[in-house]
Nanobody, 124 residues
């Protein structure tokens, strides 16, 4: 059974940093496209960053070079390092794993497994 569990969300001041982690069980982080999404109540879930199979990582335009997605094969985890956080970054952040049939996972339907989310709150 594949399970994803996020951690690291917190309340921070604008300009601060956070590192989100996603513990993955039941599958290797090297076997599927992985991604981070975020969602604000009442708005659509949006892609933050992806870690595709055989391709370089991708980022949403709003990231503006501030975030880095990575994996740790030894720990079987997915991470998102976030710097220079802004109030608009406030959201619930979700990690996701793509289905076996896709090498990319920038859209929600491409992802088969999801974590429960971790709250990030950035105050001005």
């Amino acid at each position: 059974q594949v399970q994803l569990e996020e951690s690291g969300g917190d309340s921070v001041q604008a300009g601060g940093s956070l590192k989100l982690s996603c513990r993955v069980t039941g599958m290797s982080v090297s076997s599927r496209c992985l991604a981070w999404f975020r969602q604000v109540p009442g708005k659509e879930r949006e892609m933050v960053a992806t870690y595709p199979i055989f391709s370089r990582s991708t980022y949403a335009l709003f990231v503006k070079g501030r975030f880095t997605i990575s994996t740790d094969g030894a720990k079987n985890t997915l991470s998102l390092e976030m710097n220079s956080l802004e109030p608009d970054d406030t959201a619930v952040y979700y990690c996701a794993a793509g289905s076996g049939g896709t090498r990319t996972c920038a859209s929600s339907p491409q992802n088969e497994h999801w974590g429960q989310g971790t709250q990030v709150a950035v105050s001005s």
